[in-house]
Structure formats: C-alpha cells, structure tokens
C-alpha cells in the first residue's frame, strides 16, 4: 500500500473546477531498489563526482601553472638581471656616451634573446625607453605605471603580468602572440636605476597546465576509482539488505490486508448471520402483532406497532449498508461495477433517482486497490449526497482509459456548496472534503470537485493506468 504524504493545496481553475490533488504518477524513487539500480546510480554519480573534479582541477592546475610560470619567468628574470644586464651595464648608456648602449645589445643578444625571452626594454625614470632589442622603441616615450614608477623609487621589488598588446608600446610585439612580460628593477655602476622588462612566451604556461592537469587528474582518478570498488561490495550488500527488507515490509503488508479482509468478512458475516436475521424476524412477529391489534379494533396499538416495525425495518437497513461499506462483497466477486450499482442503493429510500454507467474497459484498467480507492471514493461521496445535497438525480460514470487515466465522475443536483470555504473550515458532519483529498493522494490519483450553492456538485477522480 503507498505510504502517506503530506496532501497538497488545492488549486482553482478556470472552468469552475477546484483540483484537490493532482494525477501523479509513480516516480523512480517510489520503485523498489535493485542492485543493478543502485549500481547504475553509483556509476552516474561517480561520473558526475569525476567531472566535478575535472572542473575544479582543471581551473585549480590553471591557476597552479600560472603561478608557477610567473614565479619562473621572474627567477629567469632576476637571473638575467643580476648575471647579464648588470655587469654589461655601463653608466654611458644613460648619459648617452658613444657606444654605452653597444655592449649591452650584445649581452642582451648573445646571452638574454632566445625561445624563452622574445623581446627586452629598459625603461627610464620619466618613461622613456633607453634600450630594447627593437631599435625602432629606443627613445619613445610612453609613461610608467604607477607601481613601476614607485618600484624605481624605491630600487627593489619585482612583477609580471600579461602584456596588452593593445598598449602602443607594445606595438611590436603583436604578430608574437600571448605574452608574459616581468619587470625589475636594475642600476648602473653609479646606482642609476632603470626597469628592466622581458617578455616571454605564453605557451610556457599553457605547457604547464597541461603538465600539471595530467597529474593531478592521474592520481584523483585513481584515488576515485579505488575508493569506488572498495566501497562496491559494501553497496552491493546494502542494497540487497535493503531489497529483503522491502520485501519482507510488502509480505507483512499483504499479510495485514488479508488479516483485515478476514476481519472484515468475519463481521459481516456475524452482523448479516446474527443482528440482521434476528431483526428480521422481530419485524415480521411486531407486523403480525400489528394485524392482530387492528384485528381486535386497537388502532392506537396497531399504529404502535407499525411503528416499531417500521423502525425495526429501517434498523435492518441501516446494518445492510454498513454491511456494504465493512465489506462490499460485489466488488471482490462481480467487480468494481457491480459495487457502484450496491454503492447507490442507500439513495433509493430518499427518492434519490441513480443512474450508475461503468466501462467495462475502464473496471478492467484498474488494478484491485485503485479499484478499492474508486469504490471508497463513490462511498463517501454519495453518502454525502445522502446526508446533505437534497438530490433528486444523482449519476455515476467510470470511463476510460484515455491518456492512461481512468475517470470516475459523480454528478448530482443537490444544494451544492463552497468547496474552497468547506475545504479551509470542514464542519462537524459535513463531507469530508480533506479524507478524500488524502485518500486521492496516498494513491498518485487526482481528485477534483465543482460545486456552487444551488448549482448540484461534481466530482472527479482520475486514476492513472498503466
């Protein structure tokens, strides 16, 4: 039997009707657990746990191989600086002396240009660039940033960035692609400070990201993997724990229910074989009494005992249809047709005229607790109409399958009533609006009513099929 849940808000739509509870039908986590599900659900989740990790790894070996990159080409640099430029530093090439800047071009080219460095300035106080392997630069004048300017002024310090190409500077250096240019610091003999600034290839850290990503994504795969078939014969053995525990919940359940149909049978059977026949036979002692009253010229007693016999008779009744409603033989034995006609019968001593029409198609879609769950729904809505519509035609139609939903509609020309209002605020005695919205929804079915005062009520259950 489906475990209860917590009944949803109703929902008013535009053709009058009021929608209980919605059709749904049974999802995946309501089908009972397989190991070959479970498995299945293991391996997406690994998957997904692995592509996470693909995401993150591959934004954290980025940011990795950049620092690194960065962290390299400015060890190049400082090295460079301090081995290279500086002793091939003279102070001449500041003050413009012949031949000052001659021996640090040929340092620069001998010792500094190569695949790892593309291009080198050096950069005066005011912004000037004194010397660049780009003879075309020497001599422009662009402006210093403001870090490089205070990294000047105070003699020390180092950075690295990528190059803006975009930057008139760096006019030359665009048919090379991503670059990574570092900028130091360097001085002359006198202490002359000048930036030094090389540029290298971007590619170095792309080579590194890749280098960095196959290892770390080696060795979190592995560890993944590893963890999987440890954790594997664990979640075999849990699952088929679980399944004998569902299946030993189902036994139980299907135990319970044939304990309660025999309950229900053995009560019937002794209220039909016991109270019933017995009033019955009251009945008909009381009537004979009642003739012989009026046979003997007693009205007032004779009036008495019809009374009694009457009440009696309404007694025997009154037992016959709580027999139908503890335990509705037809819809076990002739089927879910044959128990809306019995369903119906409690309306023919208030002269309610009942038109009862079921597909046979429709009876024969339903399995034995939808069929359940439509007769109870029947049940309680025509005692209902019983109790408080004042019908004078009541009709029961059970159609389908279409759309893979069965249709059960109740329709009677009653009083009618506020659903929403007796949804918010359900009176003692009156129809019990929320039970059958739970009752609808315990069992995936949607459950919907119109109604006005004195404009009748409808009801609509829908049962899906499979």
């Known amino acids: 039997m489906p475990s209860p849940r917590t009944t949803p808000p109703a929902r008013s739509f535009e053709d009058g009707w009021l929608e209980l509870t919605a059709v749904r039908r049974i999802a995946a986590a309501d089908q009972p657990v397989t190991t070959r599900r479970m498995l299945v659900q293991v391996a997406l989740l690994t998957l997904l ?14 940011q990795e191989a950049e620092n690194e990159a960065v962290d390299s080409a400015i060890r190049r640099s400082e090295t460079i600086a301090h081995a290279v430029v500086e002793p091939a530093l003279v102070d001449g090439a500041v003050t413009g002396e012949p031949g000052g800047l001659a021996a640090l071009d040929r340092a620069v080219r001998a010792h500094v240009l190569g695949d790892t460095v593309v291009r080198v300035k050096f950069w005066t106080e005011d912004g000037t660039i004194l010397y660049s392997d780009e003879p075309r630069l020497i001599g422009q004048h662009f402006g210093l940033e403001d870090e490089e300017s205070e990294m000047l002024r105070r003699g020390t310090g180092r950075g690295a960035r990528v190059t803006d190409l975009d930057e008139p500077e760096n006019v030359y250096e665009r048919d090379r692609g991503k670059l990574l240019e570092v900028y130091l610091p360097v001085h002359t003999p006198v202490g002359t400070p ?27 795969s592995a560890s993944l993997v590893a963890l999987v078939l440890l954790l594997l014969p664990l979640v075999i053995s849990l699952v088929r724990r679980l399944r004998r525990l569902q299946e030993q919940r189902e036994r139980l359940l299907e135990q319970a229910l044939a304990a309660s149909d025999t309950e229900r049978r053995r009560v019937a059977a002794s209220i039909h074989d016991g109270p019933v026949q017995e009033l019955a036979g009251t009945a008909f002692v009381v009537a004979g009494a009642a003739q012989k009253a009026r046979d003997a010229d007693q009205p007032v007693l004779a009036a008495a005992l019809d009374d009694a016999a009457a009440a009696v008779r309404s007694g025997i009744g009154g037992l016959r249809s709580l027999l139908v409603e503890v335990y509705p033989p037809t819809l076990a034995r002739t089927g879910l047709g044959a128990a809306l006609a019995d369903v119906v019968t409690v309306l023919a001593p208030r002269h309610v005229e009942a038109t009862v029409d079921a597909d046979p198609r429709a009876v024969a879609a339903l399995d034995s607790e939808q069929a359940q769950l439509a007769f109870h729904v029947a049940q309680e809505i025509v005692r209902n109409v019983a109790k408080h519509a004042a019908a004078h035609r009541v009709t029961v139609s059970l159609t389908g399958p279409a759309a893979d939903l069965v249709v059960l509609e109740i329709t009677d020309d009653g009083v009618g009533f506020h659903p929403a209002h007796t949804l918010e605020h359900p009176g003692s005695g009156h129809i019990g609006l929320p039970l059958l919205q739970d009752a609808a929804h315990r069992y995936g079915a949607g459950l919907a009513v119109r109604s006005a005062p004195g404009m009748g009520t409808s009801w609509r259950l829908q049962v899906p099929v499979a």
């Open 49 to 62: 746990v692995l592509a996470a990790v693909a995401v993150v790894g591959a934004w954290a070996s980025r």
């Open 194 to 220: 000048l930036l030094l600034e090389t540029y290298s290839p971007y590619d170095s850290v792309v080579t590194r990201i890749g280098d960095i990503w196959a290892s770390f994504a080696l060795i979190t």
